[in-house]
């Protein structure tokens, strides 16, 4: 509903903004890495907003680049991550660490995070595969990532569970070819 505002800036209180838009005050939450490249107090500032309706409030939410709101909207479609905590996310890390954090599957680097856990990061890590780090370009990093998804999806076809699966993952060397890391995972397994 509301996209973009733009207009002066008139408070600063982490993590919310006020900004002026034609005499309407908007209160905007905003990630720290907006906040800290905001310009001066009565200077005017430029920010994409996500708008979130929800039973007891109206909440807006602003960004300084369009990464950051898609970033934020991906966070927010995954069952358990609010506003709140995708806003964490992206306080704590950039939008290209976190897509790194994806693409290569470390979880160690979202727990660092104030308020996600280990289940938190794993199930986050899961959701967002291949929906962040596509645009990174690690050409030898996407193709490690695409064998590991297609042997994954080779074991869930076979019957195991996707905790199974990932657990056999890691046992694998990470350069391994498709139709090998099959085999090796199947191994894996059936010593498991």
């Known amino acids: 509903m509301i996209g973009k505002l733009t207009g002066t800036l008139l408070e600063k ?3 919310q903004i006020l900004l002026d ?4 005050g908007y209160e905007v939450d905003v990630p720290m890495s907006t906040f800290y490249n905001l310009p001066a107090l009565g200077e005017g500032v ?5 708008f979130v309706v929800r039973e007891d409030a109206q ?4 960004f300084g680049t369009a990464a950051e709101r898609g970033a934020f909207r991906q966070l927010i479609k995954i069952t358990g991550v ?3 905590m ?26 660092k995070v104030p308020g996600i856990g280990k289940k938190t990061a794993e199930r986050l890590l899961l959701e967002l595969k291949g929906k962040l780090g596509a645009d990174l370009g690690l050409p030898h990093a996407a193709a490690a990532d695409d064998a590991q998804s297609d ?9 195991y569970s996707d905790r199974e699966a990932l657990a056999a ?3 694998l060397p990470k350069d391994v070819g498709v139709s090998e890391g099959i085999k090796l995972a199947l191994k894996a397994l059936s010593r498991g």
């Open 169 to 171: 993952l890691k046992s």
């Open 59 to 62: 909440l807006l939410y602003g």
């Open 13 to 15: 209180n982490p993590p």
């Open 82 to 84: 609010g506003p709140r």
């Open 46 to 50: 430029s920010l994409l907003t996500h």
């Open 86 to 111: 995708a806003l964490s996310l992206l306080s704590g890390m950039s939008v290209a660490e976190l897509s790194q954090a994806v693409t290569q599957q470390e979880s160690g680097r979202l727990v």
């Open 21 to 24: 838009c034609h005499g309407v």
């Open 151 to 159: 042997i994954q999806q080779a074991l869930m076809a076979l019957g």
